[in-house]
Nanobody, 130 residues
C-alpha cells in the first residue's frame, strides 16, 4: 500500500505560480512512478505529468509542458508540481497518483492513463481567478 497526501493548493490570480507537493508513504519501491492529474468540474480526469523514480523519464501533457515542471525527492518521498503562469483554465482539483509496478517497456501512453495508477491522494483544489 502507498499513501499519498497532496498540499499546496489555493486561490490565486491569473499569472501567479503555485507549487503542489505530494507526500508518499508506505511501500514506495524502486520502480514506483509518480504522476499528477487534474479534474475540473464536469470534466474527465486529465493527465498533467509523470516522473519515474530515478527521474530518467518525465512525461507531460503537451499543453502544460514547460509551464508545469514535475520533480521528486526520493530521500523525502516527495513529488512536486511547480505551476507557473496560471490561468483560469487551470482551475481544478489536482491529484497525486502512484504506480508501484509499471511495465518495463511502458510507453508515454501508459503513463498518461489514470487507469494504470493504483494509488491516489485526496486531491488539492487550485482555483485561479481571472
Amino acid at each position: 500500500q502507498i499513501q499519498l497526501v497532496e498540499s499546496g493548493g489555493g486561490l490565486v490570480q491569473a499569472g501567479d505560480s503555485l507549487r503542489l507537493s505530494c507526500a508518499a508513504s508506505g511501500r514506495t519501491g524502486s520502480n514506483t512512478v509518480m504522476a499528477w492529474f487534474r479534474q475540473a468540474p464536469g470534466k474527465e480526469r486529465e493527465f498533467v505529468a509523470a516522473i519515474t523514480r530515478g527521474g530518467a523519464s518525465i512525461y507531460y501533457e503537451d499543453s502544460m509542458k514547460g509551464r508545469f515542471p514535475i520533480s521528486r525527492d526520493n530521500t523525502k518521498n516527495m513529488v512536486y508540481l511547480q505551476m507557473n503562469s496560471l490561468t483560469a483554465g487551470d482551475t481544478a482539483v489536482y491529484y497525486c497518483a502512484a504506480d508501484a509496478n509499471p511495465p518495463t517497456a511502458a510507453t508515454r501512453n501508459y503513463y498518461t492513463s489514470p487507469r494504470n495508477y493504483d494509488y491516489w491522494g485526496q486531491g488539492t483544489q487550485v482555483t485561479v481567478s481571472s
